[in-house]
């Protein structure tokens, strides 16, 4: 992407300011250390994660706010950077029914998740007019901890959320764009951050029973010891899903053992988490063949499909006045089979593949703030710096049948270091305006040994991010911002060694938002934002195919709003809204403009109760829009819509909660993909609609008992 001059005229002009912040701070923070702490007022909302972010007023003007945290009940009006990032409590995730554990992602206002396959897999994720894939290009952690896989087996950025268990998560917190100098891979569209809690208000046991054999016990509790909390909790989960020619077979288990202490001024915890899952899968089925009736919509063309899944995790996190360090372990392994074009490559022993992802990770962050008055002005400067470490045993591809492996078609062990330095400047400079400004340096090395010895090799490369964000506080209620920023997402490794076709490790793209956010401190809180976003031209590694694909520059716009409304003590509402349009930049005469699966709108909305007396409701509702399958929009998917319901009732410590999900039993479809195939009875590919339904209407109850 060719940036306008006066793009990375501005930008470098920013940077140059933080650094000069940087050398002034080093100089006069020990003679204005006493003078800052009795001037700057912290954001309460660092205590809840969101480090960057620094209300800084004379106590004598504001003295410092206690905030009452209900869902999206926050004011955040001083604190936020833009208008796109949020926060998520407790409360709110408990009281949404959810189909999967990755829908949790949908409480990032305009998020659609979706699934094309068995559920023990990734999901498919959608934000801002990109098809997200698996991850791509939004980046996800629960505490300090990555989720995206880089370099991973079935697509880079490879988001597995199935090891959350979301009675466990404290929070959620979300930014949308890349104006936020702590975040680096995958932050394009933006991020979202898990936090789990400390400690289980009370010991609690769990079983659910549902249609299509669904069954799930869920236990947590905690207890202290002296200053210390130890925190346990664990789901054991079996679906056989509503597919007519298979069993899914899901079995899913998660452990997870958290040690907290909390101190006046000092925090640490230790969390170990534990995942095993395994499964059959329903993938996608081509539109004609259901039309032809040799399956329906619920059948399968190949039933020996899925894969097994593992996940082993410790982390910890230390937090001491302005200083925070973490670090992190993480085993992760994949085995999956898919088949997506049947006999198209292989008519005689079809077209079933193998992937393989095997893996350790380690990583490490440490950041601290510095308080200080520069021109009379109160300042904040953040500094942090970041570490990861993928050590890639296994990363293949291979032709099978009945999942036995008969030809390799790619197999690598990957190395990839990355390390991250960052700083932010977060000053006041009166009443009403903040600026921030930020800038990030990311370093990528990584070394690929593949089964060709051509295709091996070492590489490495470095990016420079410059971020910036300004708003304007109108009054108590109000608040503007206008933000932009440069993020980038790193490509397959094993792409860029190859000897034709190499692909950059890293990809950068340029973020702008203008938006405001209002807050009656009573009961509505409104936030809108108009957007922009542009992308170089990316070369990515194809993960189902074992080979790079080119694609072309791209523009992004769009607008989104969201509102939350208390219309009652014990009622709200909530409705969110999201507009995008996204093209490829170029023209070229033998591809169309049109970004293949780029949604135009997405809304959704909910009605949620919840009383003293013990009873507790929610119903909501999601629409996303048709959009383009191929360059030219000649193909179009359907648009899709779903109703999800809960009603539950607690009595002392016992408690009842029915979830009917799919509400109306819509026939829509999950997702659509269009590309060619051949089935067993064709001489030839047909290029046809590819999707996966919606799971019918299905009903669940879960009793509770708490000790």
Same mark, same amino acid.
């Given at each position: 992407?060719?940036?306008?001059?006066?793009?990375?005229?501005?930008?470098?002009?920013?940077?140059?300011?933080?650094?000069?912040?940087?050398?002034?701070s080093?100089?006069?923070?020990a003679?204005?250390?006493v003078?800052a702490?009795?001037?700057?007022?912290?954001?309460?909302?660092?205590k809840?994660?969101?480090?960057?972010?620094?209300?800084i007023?004379?106590?004598?003007?504001?003295?410092?706010?206690t905030?009452?945290?209900?869902?999206?009940?926050v004011?955040?009006?001083g604190?936020?950077?833009?208008?796109?990032q949020?926060?998520?409590?407790?409360?709110?995730?408990?009281?949404?029914?959810?189909?999967?554990?990755?829908?949790?992602?949908?409480f990032?206002?305009?998020?659609?998740?979706?699934?094309?396959?068995?559920?023990?897999?990734?999901?498919?994720?959608?934000?801002?007019?990109?098809?997200?894939d698996?991850?791509?290009?939004?980046?996800?952690?629960?505490?300090?901890?990555?989720?995206?896989?880089?370099?991973?087996?079935?697509?880079?950025?490879?988001?597995?959320?199935?090891?959350?268990?979301?009675?466990?998560?404290s929070?959620?917190?979300?930014?949308?764009?890349?104006?936020?100098?702590?975040?680096g891979?995958?932050?394009s569209?933006?991020?979202?951050e898990?936090?789990v809690?400390?400690?289980?208000?009370?010991?609690?046991?769990?079983?659910?029973l549902?249609?299509y054999?669904?069954?799930?016990?869920f236990s947590?509790g905690?207890?202290?010891l002296?200053?210390?909390?130890?925190?346990?909790g664990?789901?054991?989960?079996?679906y056989a899903?509503?597919?007519?020619?298979?069993?899914?077979?899901?079995r899913?288990?998660?452990?997870?053992?958290?040690?907290?202490k909390?101190?006046?001024n000092?925090?640490?915890?230790?969390?170990a988490?534990?995942?095993?899952n395994r499964?059959?899968?329903?993938?996608?089925?081509?539109?004609r063949?259901?039309?032809?009736?040799?399956?329906?919509q619920?059948?399968?063309?190949?039933?020996?499909?899925?894969?097994?899944s593992?996940r082993?995790s410790?982390?910890a996190?230390w937090?001491?006045?302005d200083w925070?360090a973490s670090?992190?372990?993480?085993q992760?392994?994949?085995?999956?089979?898919s088949?997506?074009?049947y006999?198209?490559?292989?008519?005689?022993?079809?077209?079933?593949?193998?992937?393989?992802?095997?893996?350790q990770?380690?990583?490490?962050?440490?950041?601290?703030?510095?308080?200080?008055?520069?021109?009379?002005?109160?300042v904040?400067?953040?500094s942090?710096?970041?570490?990861?470490?993928d050590?890639i045993?296994?990363?293949g591809?291979?032709?099978?049948? =009945?999942?036995?492996?008969?030809? !390799? %078609?790619?197999e690598d062990? *990957? &190395?990839e270091?990355s390390?991250?330095?960052w /700083?932010q @400047?977060?000053a006041?400079l009166?009443?009403?305006?903040r600026l921030?400004l930020?800038?990030?340096?990311?370093?990528?090395?990584l070394?690929?040994?593949?089964q060709?010895?051509?295709?091996s090799g070492?590489?490495?490369?470095?990016?420079?991010?410059l971020?910036?964000n300004?708003?304007?506080?109108?009054?108590?209620?109000l608040e503007?911002?206008?933000?932009?920023?440069?993020?980038?997402?790193? =490509?397959?490794?094993r792409g860029? !060694? %190859?000897?034709?076709?190499? *692909? &950059?490790i890293l990809?950068?793209?340029l973020? /702008?938002? @203008?938006?405001f956010?209002?807050?009656?401190?009573?009961?509505?809180n409104?936030?809108?934002?108009?957007w922009?976003?542009?992308?170089?031209?990316e070369?990515?590694?194809?993960?189902?195919?074992?080979?790079?694909?080119?694609?072309?520059?791209?523009?992004?716009?769009?607008?989104?709003?969201s509102g939350?409304?208390w219309f009652?003590?014990?009622?709200n509402?909530?409705?969110?809204?999201?507009w995008?349009?996204?093209?490829?930049a170029?023209v070229?005469?033998?591809?169309?403009?049109?970004?293949d699966?780029?949604?135009?709108?997405?809304?959704?909305?909910?009605?949620?109760y919840?009383?003293?007396?013990g009873?507790?409701?929610a119903?909501?509702?999601?629409?996303?829009?048709?959009?383009a399958?191929?360059?030219?929009?000649?193909v179009?998917?359907?648009?899709t819509?779903?109703?999800?319901a809960s009603l539950?009732?607690?009595?002392?410590?016992?408690?009842l909660?029915l979830e009917v999900?799919?509400?109306l039993d819509?026939?829509?479809?999950d997702?659509?993909?269009?590309y060619?195939?051949?089935?067993a009875?064709?001489?030839?590919?047909?290029e046809?609609?590819?999707?996966?339904?919606?799971e019918?209407?299905?009903?669940r109850?879960?009793?509770?008992?708490?000790f």
């Amino acid at each position: 992407m060719q940036y306008p001059c006066s793009w990375r005229t501005v930008l470098c002009a920013l940077l140059r300011i933080v650094l000069c912040a940087s050398l002034y701070s080093a100089s006069a923070v020990a003679e204005n250390y006493v003078l800052a702490h009795n001037t700057v007022k912290v954001d309460n909302r660092n205590k809840l994660g969101e480090r960057l972010q620094a209300s800084i007023e004379a106590p004598t003007e504001a003295p410092t706010e206690t905030i009452d945290v209900h869902g999206y009940q926050v004011n955040s009006i001083g604190q936020s950077l833009s208008a796109s990032q949020g926060y998520v409590n407790q409360v709110e995730i408990d009281s949404r029914p959810l189909l999967r554990t990755g829908e949790i992602l949908e409480f990032v206002p305009g998020m659609v998740v979706t699934q094309h396959s068995g559920s023990g897999k990734a999901n498919q994720y959608f934000l801002r007019g990109f098809n997200l894939d698996h991850g791509t290009d939004f980046s996800t952690a629960i505490d300090g901890m990555p989720v995206n896989m880089r370099t991973h087996g079935h697509g880079q950025g490879y988001t597995d959320l199935n090891f959350i268990i979301p009675e466990l998560i404290s929070s959620i917190q979300y930014r949308k764009g890349s104006y936020y100098a702590d975040i680096g891979d995958f932050s394009s569209a933006g991020a979202a951050e898990f936090s789990v809690l400390d400690q289980y208000a009370k010991p609690e046991v769990s079983l659910t029973l549902g249609e299509y054999q669904y069954q799930r016990l869920f236990s947590a509790g905690s207890v202290k010891l002296n200053d210390t909390q130890l925190l346990v909790g664990g789901e054991q989960q079996y679906y056989a899903g509503p597919w007519q020619d298979m069993d899914e077979d899901i079995r899913k288990t998660n452990l997870l053992m958290r040690i907290s202490k909390q101190q006046e001024n000092e925090s640490f915890s230790f969390t170990a988490m534990l995942y095993n899952n395994r499964w059959n899968a329903a993938d996608q089925i081509p539109a004609r063949a259901v039309e032809q009736g040799l399956i329906d919509q619920y059948g399968s063309l190949d039933t020996d499909l899925g894969g097994k899944s593992k996940r082993y995790s410790i982390s910890a996190n230390w937090q001491k006045g302005d200083w925070s360090a973490s670090a992190y372990w993480i085993q992760s392994e994949l085995n999956l089979f898919s088949n997506f074009t049947y006999f198209l490559d292989n008519p005689q022993r079809g077209d079933e593949f193998k992937q393989v992802d095997k893996r350790q990770i380690w990583g490490a962050e440490i950041h601290a703030s510095e308080y200080f008055n520069w021109l009379n002005t109160p300042v904040t400067l953040t500094s942090g710096a970041q570490t990861r470490f993928d050590n890639i045993q296994q990363v293949g591809l291979y032709q099978t049948e =009945n999942k036995v492996p008969f030809n !390799t %078609l790619k197999e690598d062990s *990957v &190395d990839e270091l990355s390390m991250g330095l960052w /700083s932010q @400047l977060a000053a006041e400079l009166n009443r009403d305006f903040r600026l921030t400004l930020g800038a990030r340096y990311d370093y990528f090395a990584l070394q690929v040994e593949n089964q060709s010895p051509q295709d091996s090799g070492s590489e490495n490369d470095g990016l420079l991010s410059l971020k910036a964000n300004l708003s304007y506080q109108f009054n108590d209620n109000l608040e503007f911002y206008l933000s932009s920023g440069e993020g980038y997402h790193s =490509n397959d490794a094993r792409g860029a !060694t %190859l000897q034709q076709d190499a *692909v &950059d490790i890293l990809v950068s793209s340029l973020g /702008s938002e @203008l938006g405001f956010r209002w807050f009656n401190n009573e009961n509505l809180n409104i936030s809108a934002a108009l957007w922009l976003l542009e992308l170089d031209s990316e070369l990515l590694f194809v993960g189902d195919a074992g080979n790079t694909e080119a694609s072309r520059p791209s523009k992004r716009y769009g607008f989104e709003f969201s509102g939350y409304y208390w219309f009652a003590k014990h009622w709200n509402i909530d409705l969110e809204l999201a507009w995008s349009k996204a093209r490829y930049a170029d023209v070229q005469l033998d591809e169309g403009r049109y970004i293949d699966g780029a949604l135009p709108f997405v809304a959704s909305t909910g009605v949620n109760y919840a009383s003293k007396n013990g009873w507790q409701a929610a119903v909501r509702y999601r629409y996303f829009a048709p959009r383009a399958l191929e360059s030219y929009k000649q193909v179009k998917a359907s648009s899709t819509q779903n109703i999800n319901a809960s009603l539950g009732y607690q009595w002392q410590q016992y408690a009842l909660k029915l979830e009917v999900l799919n509400l109306l039993d819509s026939q829509d479809h999950d997702i659509e993909y269009y590309y060619a195939s051949q089935l067993a009875n064709e001489a030839s590919p047909v290029e046809d609609v590819h999707y996966h339904p919606l799971e019918p209407r299905s009903i669940r109850v879960t009793a509770s008992y708490q000790f």
